[in-house]
């Protein structure tokens, strides 16, 4: 199975209201809930694709168990979360109807405990010894030290499982000198990252620092990746509309799904961008499209070599 | 004991932000959750002012347990609520820290199904033996007959347990009909009710209607009740600022305290005037406190007979 990391899982809930205006009262017309935080998202989609998933990461309080009560339903997911004694966070997002536009609040979520962050740690090394592949998702969490990716993905290695880190800032800098198989940055965590605002010299720079692979998302430009085996640059045929909320994780479950299946560097790039762009023409965040999907499978455009840059 | 009925129970969450700005990605620094309903916010003040009481009505879904949780930690509050398929609602406060107004986003709640409904009356009938007086407060959820309130005040009448009943519109129109011994209207109820927006003249009016006792509202003004026992005007000493919410449910436990206590009105509608001054003062929205409270019991003015007018 691959294995997914969530340290600062939430439960995702959306609010439809007519128009937000502050300081008014507002009737909430729909309420959706679904279990989040971007390695819960990544899991979603692996298994949606048909890859066994098991997630970890920390729940706690009445709304951890919503939402690992969700993951127990949720067919292809196994729940191995670890306990945490204050309460799972969530995060509102309140689209407005007439504009079409979200407004975000989210929550701080509860601070771990260093016998809650030994005790994770525990069960992470108990999972490695099934897991084909993990992916470390996300921001940390208050409590969980700065270096807390490089050590998991100093674990990974030792244990001979494929690593992918996704994350930004400081656990982004020291998780990359762990030297990660694969990271997957924004170009916001690429510039901060390397000093460089030019896609390609900073994805070359984030390799030099230690990443055996970067797939580098640009947006609505694709993916840029640079990796042993050669550089690609992945497109889609046009600039997609949508929400791209949960845009990066579905790009990071098209990679890792990609390698399960022994697919070459470019197929696992145009599922990816694929996979990306039907998550943001989705209606509800962070869910695809398996129609739009396959429909724009076909239709990537994954050049190599010097065109990348 | 007193018993609450809430038949539209919340958790009422609240969020503190730097500054909610429509379309943007906010992180809540505070997350306050308590158990709310305009019965619920009643208990809570009859209980911290030492009166037992009993809170029935609907709670169901992960957020009904939460609200379950807490209500049996609270000091003097009995849980009688009945069980419901569909989940609990959430009513999200968003404190504006700049600004200190509140954006309020509420959920719609659950749809009643007539087989619960029907265990809810059997409940309710069963609790009423042991009451020393009801109060029925709020806005009638999905399913659950416009009629709702009248029928449980005929209830209480038959059981000889004095009703209070606190809520607006048609069940309100309804309720008053079958003759309570005490509604508390605001000025807007009133009106919508009688069609004139003179509060005594109104409140006359409702009177008639079929209410024995008529205790409005007038926000920073204060009380005005029309009882069979005579009419009087009750105002806190100076227009007090601060936060609304939960003021009239504060009222209404003032009136229902001071009255199991066998307190002539003059003195239930100034415990009611201070309780709802001081919950209006209080830092958190719907608590009140009891030092300004007993403060401002003393500087109640309490004016009667045609001074009212």
New interface residues.
């Given amino acids: 199975m691959i294995l997914t990391v969530t340290l600062n899982t939430a439960l995702d809930i959306t609010?439809r209201?007519r128009s937000?205006?502050?300081?008014?009262?507002?009737?909430?017309?729909e309420?959706l809930e679904r279990p989040g935080g971007k390695g819960v998202n990544v899991a979603r989609v692996l298994a949606a694709l048909g890859h066994p998933v098991t997630v970890t990461g920390f729940a706690g309080g009445?709304t951890g168990?919503?939402v690992r009560?969700r993951l127990t339903r949720t067919p292809g997911v196994l729940d191995a979360l670890v306990p945490v004694a204050g309460a799972t966070r969530r995060t509102?997002a309140?689209v407005?109807e007439l504009?079409g536009?979200?407004?975000?609040?989210?929550?701080?979520g509860p601070v771990v405990a260093p016998d809650e962050w030994a005790a994770f740690q525990r069960t992470y090394e108990d999972l490695l010894a099934a897991a084909t592949a993990v992916a470390l998702c996300g921001s940390l969490p208050p409590g969980v030290p700065v270096g807390a990716y490089a050590g998991l993905v100093r674990s990974a290695r030792a244990a001979g499982v494929p690593v992918l880190l996704d994350t930004g800032g400081e656990p982004l800098r020291r998780g990359v000198a762990a030297r990660p198989d694969l990271v997957k940055p924004n170009t916001d965590e690429l510039a901060e990252l390397t000093g460089s605002h030019d896609p390609l010299r900073a994805t070359q720079d984030a390799r030099r620092r230690g990443a055996r692979a970067v797939v580098a998302s640009l947006g609505a430009q694709g993916l840029l990746a640079v990796t042993p085996e050669g550089r690609w640059r992945a497109a889609p045929p046009a600039r997609v509309p949508g929400n791209p909320t949960g845009a990066g994780d579905s790009v990071v479950a098209g990679l890792l799904s990609a390698e399960a299946e022994g697919l070459p560097w470019p197929d696992r790039l145009a599922r990816a961008v694929a996979l990306s762009a039907a998550t943001v023409q989705a209606p509800a965040a962070g869910e695809f499209d398996p129609a739009v999907y396959e429909r724009l499978l076909g239709r990537i455009t994954v050049t190599d070599g010097t065109a990348a840059a």
Same sequence: chains 1, 2.
Avoid: C, I, K
């Fill in positions: 609010y209201v937000l205006r502050p300081h008014a009262s507002h009737r909430v017309s309420v009445a168990q919503v009560d509102v309140v407005d504009t536009d979200t407004t975000q609040l989210n929550e701080p």
